[in-house]
């Protein structure tokens, strides 16, 4: 009866000791494909920050001056392409990442190819010199490019990889002082234009009621 409980003992303790080995392995595993993908990755969303950023640097001009046609008209013309980002080949674990994160990460793909379409749209229905659709342009690509900052600070926590040195000047940081910069410029825009509304709803209210005055 002894051997039997010692066997069974012994067996449970060797199983025992197999599962933990295993697990440790499994964690350490896991914490090296997660490190691997963090700086592959974080590498490919800092320089797409950076595409947004010359995006809201785009104004339009050449060296200040606006584009001119044959018949000398002149707007302006994007300098600066749309940023793309591609996630295949490279050679990372996804699974080494929470759900979550890597949704968010392969979203990113999808939110571009939306910002153009809309872009796209958007340049359809305005008007020379497009001001309003570079406008339009530089705003969407700082609020997507703060969205893609985000996803960047998450995953630089998750994968536990160091923040880069700090730097006179970073793309992050003209994109939040662009977008902080040109929702204020819409906000007053929008403001201005609903005055102008009010002010000739106010008018054309006046108009008829003076006509209702009149004697017929």
């Given at each position: 009866m002894a051997d039997l409980v010692s066997t069974v003992v012994g067996g449970a303790l060797v199983l025992t000791a197999t599962f933990v080995m295993?697990?440790?392995k499994r964690f350490w595993a896991k914490k090296e494909n997660s490190g691997h993908l963090g700086v592959v990755v974080?590498?490919?969303?800092?320089?797409?920050i950076a595409d947004c950023a010359a995006v809201v640097g785009d104004d339009g001009t050449s060296s200040g001056q606006m584009f001119r046609d044959g018949n000398g008209e002149e707007y302006y013309m994007p300098q600066v392409k749309l940023p793309t980002f591609e996630l295949g080949?490279?050679?990372?674990?996804w699974r080494s990442i929470s759900p979550s994160l890597m949704y968010e990460i392969h979203a990113i793909p999808l939110a571009l190819?939306?910002?153009?379409?809309?872009l796209d749209f958007y340049s359809d229905?305005?008007?020379?010199?497009?001001?309003?659709y570079m406008?339009?342009?530089q705003l969407k690509f700082a609020s997507l490019g703060i969205q893609i900052l985000g996803t960047t600070e998450r995953l630089r926590s998750e994968t536990k990889i160091p923040a880069r040195p700090a730097r006179d000047w970073t793309p992050e940081s003209?994109?939040?002082?662009?977008?902080?910069?040109?929702?204020?410029?819409?906000e007053a825009?929008?403001?201005?234009?609903?005055?102008?509304?009010k002010e000739l709803s106010e008018l054309v209210e006046r108009r008829n009621l003076a006509q209702s005055d009149t004697p017929v």
């Open positions: 295993e697990k440790t974080l590498i490919q969303l800092e320089r797409l080949g490279l050679g990372v674990e190819d939306e910002a153009k379409a809309y229905h305005d008007f020379p010199p497009y001001a309003d406008f339009e342009r003209y994109l939040l002082e662009r977008h902080k910069s040109l929702t204020e410029q819409q825009s929008q403001a201005a234009q609903a005055q102008s509304w």
